[in-house]
Nanobody, 127 residues
Framework: QVQLVESGGGLVQPGGSLRLSCAASAFTLDYYAIGWFRQAPGKEREGVSCISSSDGRIYYADSVKGRFTISRDNTKNTVYLQMNSLKPEDTAVYYC????????????????????WGQGTQVTVSS
C-alpha cells in the first residue's frame, strides 16, 4: 500500500512563497507518477501539477503556470511543489497522490487516475 504524507502548508501573505513536500516510505516515489491537487471549500478537487515517471513530463494547470514548480528529489524520496507569488485564490487543502509508472500525461492531471491520497496540508493565502 502506497502511503503519502504531505507537509509544508501554512499561512502566507499574498505574494509570498511556500514549498510543499510529498514523502513516501516503504516504496520508491520515482517509480510512480505524482500529482498535486487542491480543493477549496465548495469547489471540486483540481489537478494543479503532475510529473510522470515513464517520460518525466510535467503538467501545470493554467492557474499556476509560471508560479508553481514541481520537482523530484530521489535522494530524499520526496516530490516538492514550490509555490511562488501566491494569491488568495490559491487557498485550499493541497494533496499529493500517485499513479502507476505507466501513466502518461494526456490531458492534465485527472484525479480519478490517481490513488493513495495523502491527508492533505492546508495552504492559506491572506493578508
Amino acid at each position: 500500500q502506497v502511503q503519502l504524507v504531505e507537509s509544508g502548508g501554512g499561512l502566507v501573505q499574498p505574494g509570498g512563497s511556500l514549498r510543499l513536500s510529498c514523502a513516501a516510505s516503504a516504496f520508491t516515489l520515482d517509480y510512480y507518477a505524482i500529482g498535486w491537487f487542491r480543493q477549496a471549500p465548495g469547489k471540486e478537487r483540481e489537478g494543479v501539477s503532475c510529473i510522470s515517471s515513464s517520460d518525466g513530463r510535467i503538467y501545470y494547470a493554467d492557474s499556476v503556470k509560471g508560479r508553481f514548480t514541481i520537482s523530484r528529489d530521489n535522494t530524499k524520496n520526496t516530490v516538492y511543489l514550490q509555490m511562488n507569488s501566491l494569491k488568495p485564490e490559491d487557498t485550499a487543502v493541497y494533496y499529493c497522490a500517485a499513479a502507476p509508472r505507466r501513466w502518461v500525461i494526456i490531458s492534465g492531471c485527472p484525479a480519478p487516475d490517481f490513488g493513495s491520497w495523502g491527508q492533505g496540508t492546508q495552504v492559506t493565502v491572506s493578508s
